[in-house]
């Protein structure tokens, strides 16, 4: 299969493969478009975090049509393969095709998440001879790093109600549904008093892990709740411990795989190993198929010579051992999508503070809403702070959609069914969905494989089914 340069498509992923665009590096990008865009005489805004939307008027015979929106985002994730040579910042991407017909970049990412949606929009846009209704097409940015782009869009400068989101792949699939959530920051200053007693240290090792959005329903292990569980179970039955630090988790968005305690007790080491022993015992049995590598590490250490007070040692723990956390509830909808799940994903102990980062997701609003409000009530219980940030808003499943009905009826006339499917995940387009509620939305793509990997590669067939289908469903939207 050869990568056509005079298929405008080809030609337009190619150019922006020449053109570095790493999360946070999209300006070169979002400019290259805002020049087109001008080139084509055609309607543009650029805004402070470099999203771009160009409009289009519609057609002959678009005229009376609903606006749409065409949406996609512009940066990539920029990793490579051990010992190439190449820098996300200044070098263009070295593309080829494979023996098997698929499209790649030698020894790196081949962005083609999104490029290949920004490549359509691209070549929609310049066409004279594609039939449309008014086009919106809008290229965000930062959505490798969380939807920051498209969370600075404003209602105001969206001029549709019926959106095509170009980031979904699978040639014959559009999603359907997508999490919300909100980080809930915990904050506590920690009093701290001298120490006598003996330190000790436990880790939590052995962990699967694994993305909150994609695995929570799968009850692993969370390496935070473990070991404040054994230590606070310990507690209850007559071992008082004292922390004098607790960190653990790398990402908030991420189920932790590691957690590490120090704390003092005045018991000698044997009789508190085997307590806590016993502890991660029965957590292995809970544990025996989802995570059967859990293990408890356990060491004395040199005297401390401070700890947190008893007080503080105790908001702590109580606030972890009691935080709602893991898969809540699953969709009546849709069979086996996680409905709603809370993630708590980072501890940290540093300069006399206690921080935790808690995402709480769910595709519908109120359950994000009410799992924060339980954080909070939770955290105001133990003498803590809690503020909710980063706000990302659902797109809940809806049983009506006129614009999943055409691509249902496009693949139909080509004697091929869509396949719909839902992700606990966030996707920008619940952005687009909590800015405009009635927005009707669907997501579609060519198959491309190995995303955020240099193993990353876009099937060139599917590149042009995929546009035939995206055309056809357009040229329906009358």
């Known amino acids: 299969m050869e990568f056509d340069l005079n298929k405008r498509y ?71 393969n051990k010992g190439v040579e190449h820098d996300f910042e200044k070098d263009p991407l070295d593309l080829y095709v494979d023996e098997n017909g698929w499209l790649r970049a030698r020894g790196t990412t081949l962005g083609c998440d999104d490029g290949y949606g920004v490549a359509y929009m691209m070549a929609i846009l ?18 490798e790093v969380g939807l920051l782009g498209a ?20 040639e014959l699939e559009t999603a359907v549904s997508s999490a919300g959530g909100v980080n809930v920051v915990i904050k506590k200053k920690i009093d701290y008093e001298p120490n006598t007693e003996n330190t000790y240290a436990i880790r939590v090792r052995g962990l699967k892990g694994g993305h909150s959005g994609g695995l929570i329903h799968l009850e692993l292990g969370n390496s935070i709740i473990i070991a404040a569980t054994i230590l606070k179970e310990a507690e209850l039955e007559g071992h008082p411990v004292q922390l004098v630090s607790f960190d653990g988790g790398l990402k908030y968005n991420a189920i932790p795989r590691e957690a590490d305690v120090v704390f003092t007790a005045a018991e000698d080491a044997d009789t508190l190993k085997a307590e806590l022993d016993k502890k991660a015992a029965e957590i292995a049995t809970q544990l025996e198929f989802s995570d059967p590598d859990f293990r408890l590490e356990f060491e004395k250490l ?3 010579e401070q700890r947190m007070t008893k007080q503080c040692s105790e908001d702590i723990l109580n606030f972890v051992y009691l935080i709602p956390n893991g898969f809540q509830h699953k969709s009546m909808a849709i069979e086996g999508l996680t409905l709603a799940s809370s993630n708590l994903g980072v501890v940290v102990t540093k300069d006399g503070e206690f921080r935790g980062d808690v995402l709480a997701r769910s595709a519908i609003e109120s359950y994000s809403e009410s799992n924060g409000w339980r954080m909070h009530v939770l955290a105001e219980l133990c003498h803590m702070q809690a503020d909710a940030t980063d706000r990302i808003f659902c797109w809940n499943y809806a049983a009506e959609s006129r614009l999943r009905d055409i691509y249902a009826d496009v693949l139909k006339k080509q004697g091929k069914e869509l396949i719909t499917h839902a992700t606990h995940g966030g996707l920008e387009t619940g952005v687009f969905k909590g800015l405009v509620p009635d927005m009707d939305i669907i997501c579609c793509g060519p198959v491309a494989e190995g995303a955020h990997t240099p193993e990353e590669r876009l099937d060139l067939a599917s590149f042009d089914r995929a546009w035939d289908i995206l055309l056809a469903i357009i040229a329906a939207c009358k």
């Open 126 to 143: 310049e066409s004279d001879d594609i039939p449309h209704p008014a086009l919106q097409c809008w290229f965000t940015t930062m959505e």
């Open 10 to 80: 080809c030609y337009y992923f190619n150019e922006l493969a020449k053109i570095p665009r790493g999360s946070r590096n999209e300006k070169a990008a979002s400019d290259w478009v805002c020049e087109f865009a001008k080139a084509h005489g055609l309607t543009y805004k650029q805004d402070h975090v470099w999203n771009v939307y160009i409009e289009k008027p519609a057609t002959p015979g678009y005229e009376n049509a609903d606006p749409l929106i065409l949406q996609a985002h512009l940066d990539m994730v920029c990793e490579k």
């Open 302 to 304: 040199d005297t401390a």
């Open 151 to 170: 969370m600075q869009i404003k209602a105001e400068d969206l001029h549709a109600h019926q959106m095509i989101n170009l980031d979904g792949g699978g």
